[in-house]
């Protein structure tokens, strides 16, 4: 018996199958209490870092635009709405440009260091040689040093009975111990040094992965055409490592323009003589700290933090582009 004599076997068809079929058909996918716990699944596991981004990020960041038009105090008080005049105030301030042409030089200054010198290293230690691995180890173990041990070790190099001013006078290089940690200038030089020392390592590492995704095909194609090392730097590796390159030229302007630490424990918190050395962050802790601080006048030099770190960030992402195309 087939299907086709079923009705004449005295089956009848069940009424209102094919509208049935249809219905399931028109049915939409995705309801119903299964699909709907399964839509809020993703969110249920963002939800406690949505929480700590907001309570942790995003309203400090809007409480801070607030405070930069008030002149709120840390102890709270009559605060009160003063409009633009903490930015008035920040323009007029020599300190404040002071401070900021210390960022700045510092950054200047760490940008090509900590974007070349990594690279060079990286180049060196990626080659398999016998005890490259300890030369690795080396260079990368300042990163996972404290920034402050680092820091008072440094200070004690450079005071002016240190090792270094030791060595230079009994090798006769000067006659008189160099200011390092009280001349604005060789603060800044001695804080650039401990921060290309210190984060040489961890560009390193981030080269080495990109330099792991080139072919070596292409270096070998490329030498058999006849290209030397140089060529094949700049036709093969440096192309391959561009976005690390990127990368790193925009952390590293961050963590120099955000430099805190190996000033204030170099200087003793001063910034230098008559705080000459002191950079932007040391300035923005200096007004926001203890109970007579300015907590407006900070917001205010924060919000300019802000806008002069986004500068090199537009700069550099339009280099990349260009260099892209």
Known sequence: MTLTNLPAAGLAPVAGAPAATAARRRRPVGHGPANATRSWTPWLFLAPALLWL??????????????????????????????FRNFELILRDDQ????????????????????????????????????IAFFRTAFYTPVIASAVVVALIWTFMLDDRGLVNGLAQAMSIIQQPLPFLTDRWLIILSAVSLT????????????????????????EAAAMDGAGAVRRFFSVTLPAVRGAMFLIAVLVCIAAL???????????????????????VML??????????????????????????????????????????
């Open 258 to 280: 955000r430099v805190f630490s190996e000033v204030f424990i170099m200087t003793g918190g001063t910034g230098g003589a008559g705080g000459e050395a002191m950079t932007m």
């Open 96 to 131: 404040v440009m002071g401070a900021l042409l210390n960022s700045v030089v510092f950054m200047l200054v760490c940008l090509p260091l900590l974007t070349i010198l990594p690279l060079l290293i990286a180049l060196l230690v990626e080659k398999k040689l016998p005890g």
């Open 284 to 325: 923005i802790q200096q007004y926001s700290r203890g109970f007579s601080g300015d907590l407006g006048y900070a917001s205010a030099l924060s919000i300019l933090m802000f806008f002069v770190t986004l500068v090199p960030m537009l700069v550099l992402a339009r280099i990349n582009s260009r260099s892209s195309e």
């Open 196 to 219: 290309v020392w210190k984060g040489l390592g961890f560009y390193m590492i981030i080269y080495l992965a990109a330099l792991g995704n080139v072919s070596r095909d292409l270096h």
């Open 54 to 83: 907001a309570v942790f990020s995003i309203w400090p960041s809007l409480n801070t635009i607030r405070m930069a038009f008030t002149n709120a105090k840390p102890l709270g008080g009559n605060e009160q709405y003063v409009g």
